[in-house]
Nanobody
Framework: QVQLVESGGGSVQPGGSLRLSCVQS????????MGWYRQAPGKVRELVAI???????NYEASVKGRFTISRGNPRNTVYLQMNSLRPEDTAVYYC?????????WGQGTQVTVSS
C-alpha cells in the first residue's frame, strides 16, 4: 500500500523560503516519478515540478529558477525547496507519485505567502 506523507507548509512573507518534504511508503518501482502539484482557491490543480527516480526534473514556467525539486536517499523522499516566494504561490501543495500505471496523492499542505 503506497501512502504519501507531506510536511513543511506554512506562512511566509514575500521573498521568503519554505521547504516541503514528502515520504512515500510501500514499494518503489523503477518507473517511479514523484512531484508536487498545487491548487489555489478557484483554480485548477497544476503541476509545479516533477522528477523521476533517476534523471532530470521538469518545472512549471513560473517557478523555474526559484523552486528546486530533489529526491533523497533512499529515493522514496522528495523535497521542494521554494525560494523568492510570491503571493501568487499561495496554494495547497500536493505530493504526487506515479508508478506502475497508478497515481497516488498526499493529503496536501497549505503554503501562504503574504505580507
Amino acid at each position: 500500500q503506497v501512502q504519501l506523507v507531506e510536511s513543511g507548509g506554512g506562512s511566509v512573507q514575500p521573498g521568503g523560503s519554505l521547504r516541503l518534504s514528502c515520504v512515500q511508503s510501500g514499494i518503489l518501482f523503477s518507473d517511479n516519478r514523484m512531484g508536487w502539484y498545487r491548487q489555489a482557491p478557484g483554480k485548477v490543480r497544476e503541476l509545479v515540478a516533477i522528477i523521476p527516480k533517476v534523471g532530470t526534473a521538469n518545472y512549471e514556467a513560473s517557478v523555474k529558477g526559484r523552486f528546486t525539486i530533489s529526491r533523497g536517499n533512499p529515493r522514496n523522499t522528495v523535497y521542494l525547496q521554494m525560494n523568492s516566494l510570491r503571493p501568487e504561490d499561495t496554494a495547497v501543495y500536493y505530493c504526487n507519485s506515479q508508478q506502475n500505471g497508478r497515481e497516488y496523492w498526499g493529503q496536501g499542505t497549505q503554503v501562504t505567502v503574504s505580507s
